[in-house]
T-cell receptor, first 113, second 113 residues
Framework: KAGVTQTPRYLIKTRGQQVTLSCSPI?????VSWYQQTPGQGLQFLFE???????NKGNFPGRFSGRQFSNSRSEMNVSTLELGDSALYLC????????????FGPGTRLTVT | AQSVTQLGSHVSVSEGALVLLRCNYS??????LFWYVQYPNQGLQLLLK??????LVKGINGFEAEFKKSETSFHLTKPSAHMSDAAEYFC???????????FGTGTSLTVIP
């Protein structure tokens, strides 16, 4: 069974631009969670989507948004990029919302210059 | 709310020596506890988890952890370190009714030959 895939793996953007990251969960998994990982803050929860609905949201500004499609694939968007948005963005999939078995993708490394 | 504290952001051990990575949690309700490992340029991989039942949990690659409610701890151990154990380790907590994971800031393990 294929694992969680994230595209692109690396991205360089300029301040003020926007970016869209994609996550394809494991087949059959309906929940996708997004995390931001930085050296100073560690892993911080962004949001979780289940059945195309946002189920939970972390403490991030409205510039961070996401969505989930009917095939469970998820995208997250960051608008008006800031230097501090440079991070590794990880998504994790699980069978159901609040699932204890989370499977992580390799992440997308975003660099904002 | 829940939180996790990992004592020691960097731990070095000699090959063959005991590995001990510390994790303390805070939770007002019974916690579910996890250890994840992250190798460079990869996502997180689940090592082991505690939900209910036996407090000594065995995971992959020879790791184990013991849930100690009285000490609010979930330390990760391995009797004999291998070079391949060098990685970043994360402790995480959630609950039965919670819908997000809270991660510690991670411990980088170095294994000295």
């Amino acid at each position: 069974k294929a694992g969680v895939t994230q595209t692109p793996r690396y991205l360089i953007k300029t301040r003020g631009q926007q970016v869209t990251l994609s996550c394809s969960p494991i087949s059959g998994h309906r929940s996708v969670s997004w995390y931001q990982q930085t050296p100073g803050q560690g892993l911080q929860f962004l949001f979780e989507y289940f059945s195309e609905t946002q189920r939970n949201k972390g403490n991030f500004p409205g510039r961070f948004s996401g969505r989930q499609f009917s095939n469970s694939r998820s995208e997250m968007n960051v608008s008006t990029l800031e230097l501090g948005d440079s991070a590794l963005y990880l998504c994790a999939s699980s069978l159901a919302s609040g699932g204890l078995e989370q499977y992580f993708g390799p992440g997308t490394r975003l660099t904002v210059t | 709310a829940q939180s996790v504290t990992q004592l020691g952001s960097h731990v070095s051990v000699s090959e063959g020596a005991l590995v001990l990575l510390r994790c303390n949690y805070s939770s007002s309700v019974p916690p579910y506890l996890f250890w994840y490992v992250q190798y460079p340029n990869q996502g997180l991989q689940l090592l082991l988890k505690y939900t209910t039942g036996a407090t000594l949990v065995k995971g992959i690659n020879g790791f184990e952890a013991e849930f100690k409610k009285s000490e609010t701890s979930f330390h990760l151990t391995k009797p004999s370190a291998h070079m391949s154990d060098a990685a970043e380790y994360f402790c995480a907590v959630t609950t039965a009714t919670g819908n997000q994971f809270y991660f510690g800031t991670g411990t980088s393990l170095t294994v000295i030959p």
